[in-house]
Structures are given as structure tokens and as C-alpha cells.
T-cell receptor
Framework: NAGVTQTPKFRVLKTGQSMTLLCAQDMNHEYMYWYRQDPGMGLRLIHYSVGEGTTAKGEVPDGYNVSRLKKQNFLLGLESAAPSQTSVYFC????????????????FGSGTRLTVV | GENVEQHPSTLSVQEGDSAVIKCTYSDSASNYFPWYKQELGKRPQLIIDIRSNVGEKKDQRIAVTLNKTAKHFSLHITETQPEDSAVYFCAANTGGFKTIFGAGTRLFVKA
């Protein structure tokens, strides 16, 4: 049982390049999230998904796109990287069932440290 | 918009002392309040949570209290140990799909 796995762990991009971050979970969770973590700013939600084939915008979605073609995978794409996107990116998944009011904490991946130069 | 404020940003205690971290939230519809611990270079990990129908919850040396009227909740760590040194994040689920995180508290436990 691997939990939540993120790849890659580190990446350096040049401004304007594109890349995709992959998140995979083996816990059969419906809900998946992408956060970015910057010093002094906690964790900010980029996009999230409440099930296969669905995605929605979070607090800071600009410059990012996501896809959830399979329940276990949630992809984060950077179309044209900018230095402001230098950050640590965390994927998370949750067992929560919001419709029934069952709320549980997140399981996070190990993070991707992205530097845009 | 929804907001979670966390204080202090840095906390230094002597080993064996207690540590208290406080958070306030703005959305009265918030109903779930998890706490995460993040060690240096690692992922955040859930350490305790509390739901809006409970005022206090304890797990060994860690306890969380919730005051819904005042819209604040706190993390209490007793008998602190060096391995408690980490960044702690509070969070509030706003009744929908989103969880809003506080900015974090860096806890140093001095041996």
C-alpha cells in the first residue's frame, strides 16, 4: 500500500517550458487535490477533483490545468512555466464524503520541488 | 473570503514544557478542523482532528479544543519532546470540498 505517490520529486524548468506532475493513489479515494506550498503562506489549493472525470478550480488556479481520467490519477500541468510558479507542490487525497457530511483528513504525497528559472 | 489565521508563527519551548497553537476561522459553516505536522523536507501528516459537534479531543500528549461561538480552535502538546519539532498547520473545512490551511507554526523544542 503506497498511499499517495508523486512524480517527479524535483524539477528545474526554464521560463516558458511546460511539464506535467503526476499523482497516483491506491486507497480508492474519491477526492484528490493539488496544493502549492510557499514559505510563510501555508498550503494553497490549486485545483481539486471530486471524482473521475471531474475537476474544479481552487484558490490559485491560474497557469495550471488538471485532468482526472482515472480515479487513481490526478495530473497537474503547467502550460508555460513562470518564475512565480517556483514552489513545492503537494498532491493529496481524501476519503471524505461531503454529500453525507463524512469528513476526514488528507493523505499527502511526498511533494515535488519545482524551480523555474 | 474564507480565512484561517494561525498564531504564533514561531514557538520555542523547553523539552517537557507544553506548547499551544491557536487558530481562528472566518466561515461559520466550517465543521471539520484537522491538524497536520510537517517535519523538515517531508509531507504534512494528519495528527489529530475535531468535528464541530465535539468541544475537545485528546490523543496521548496531543489535544485539540474547539470553541464554535468564538470561531477558534487550539492544539495543545504536553510534555514536549525534541521529535515534536516541526511545522504545524491548522485547517478548516468550509462545509464544501475545500479545506483552508493556516500559514503554519514552526515549533522548536529545545533539549
Amino acid at each position: 500500500n503506497a498511499g499517495v505517490t508523486q512524480t517527479p520529486k524535483f524539477r528545474v524548468l526554464k521560463t516558458g517550458q511546460s511539464m506535467t506532475l503526476l499523482c497516483a493513489q491506491d486507497m480508492n479515494h474519491e477526492y484528490m487535490y493539488w496544493y502549492r506550498q510557499d514559505p510563510g503562506m501555508g498550503l494553497r489549493l490549486i485545483h481539486y477533483s471530486v471524482g473521475e472525470g471531474t475537476t474544479a478550480k481552487g484558490e490559485v488556479p491560474d497557469g495550471y490545468n488538471v485532468s482526472r481520467l482515472k480515479k487513481q490519477n490526478f495530473l497537474l500541468g503547467l502550460e508555460s512555466a513562470a518564475p512565480s510558479q517556483t514552489s513545492v507542490y503537494f498532491c493529496a487525497s481524501s476519503y471524505s464524503n461531503f454529500a453525507q457530511g463524512d469528513l476526514y483528513g488528507y493523505t499527502f504525497g511526498s511533494g515535488t520541488r519545482l524551480t523555474v528559472v | 473570503g474564507e480565512n484561517v489565521e494561525q498564531h504564533p508563527s514561531t514557538l520555542s519551548v523547553q523539552e517537557g514544557d507544553s506548547a499551544v497553537i491557536k487558530c481562528t476561522y472566518s466561515d461559520s459553516a466550517s465543521n471539520y478542523f484537522p491538524w497536520y505536522k510537517q517535519e523538515l523536507g517531508k509531507r504534512p501528516q494528519l495528527i489529530i482532528d475535531i468535528r464541530s459537534n465535539v468541544g475537545e479531543k485528546k490523543d496521548q500528549r496531543i489535544a485539540v479544543t474547539l470553541n464554535k461561538t468564538a470561531k477558534h480552535f487550539s492544539l495543545h502538546i504536553t510534555e514536549t519532546q525534541p521529535e515534536d519539532s516541526a511545522v504545524y498547520f491548522c485547517a478548516a473545512n468550509t462545509g464544501g470540498f475545500k479545506t483552508i490551511f493556516g500559514a503554519g507554526t514552526r515549533l522548536f523544542v529545545k533539549a
